[in-house]
């Protein structure tokens, strides 16, 4: 379903990653949001805490995290840049007094055992595989994703067959700077070789993907499939699709 009466014409088409082509089997709470609920979905970790810090309860670990987190998100804009995951760690570590020395390596692996679970918790569904083997031949095909740990999100994209159909995969981590910032699309672009105007950029979150695309002046197809209302300071986007498979309503 789309809000523009004209199909899409154009040479390249971009994707978000999480929420939009990759799916978590379970709910993983996006960082903005960082309280009781992400505080669930941290349990799991409590295992390899007591490994790595049997002298700090978990629940301080997490409090320190959440905390952490936080203030990464208020400190984002304008330029938004990315923060590792293993720097998010190791900012945590601090705030609980673990030492200079520890701090650094057990942090990187606290990092990875988190990431290491992310991915298992990630699918694809069948249709979209299906839906980029359609397109790869037909147009460029590019990633753009906020992410803060690069090798994982790569790893995702190999582990479901997906990294054959993308010429250009920029990743928040590797990049340095996230969406809704124009920098990391406007490096997709340039990858891609083409214009904004003959790319379409698709993603699920209002804030990073629709007006982040508005930012860097590309068209933009709103994945909506909850039927969320659009905020009133967002600019509207040129397309809403309520499933993935939708985008072949769009291409002329």
Known sequence: MTRAASRWRGRAILFDLFGTVVHFAARVPPVQTA?????????WLQETAARELPQIPFDDLLTALT????EIVQQRPPEYREVSSGERFRRALRQLGVG????????TRLSLSHMSHL????????????????????????????????????RILVDHGLAEFFTAVLISD???????????????????????EDALFIGDNISDDVAGAHNAHLPVAWLNAERKDLPPDIPPPDYIIADLTELRLLLG
């Open 100 to 107: 200079v020395g520890q701090a650094p390596e057990i942090a």
């Open 174 to 196: 590797d990049f340095g700077q996230r969406k809704p910032h124009p920098a990391i699309f406007e490096a997709a672009l340039q990858v891609l070789g083409v214009a904004p």
């Open 35 to 43: 309280g009781t609920q992400w505080r669930s979905a941290m349990q």
């Open 67 to 70: 905390r952490v987190t936080e």
């Open 119 to 154: 991915a298992s918790m990630t699918n694809v569904r069948r249709d979209s595989v299906s839906l980029l083997a359609e397109l790869a031949p037909r147009y460029r095909l590019g990633l753009v994703s906020n992410f803060n740990h690069a090798p994982t999100a790569r």
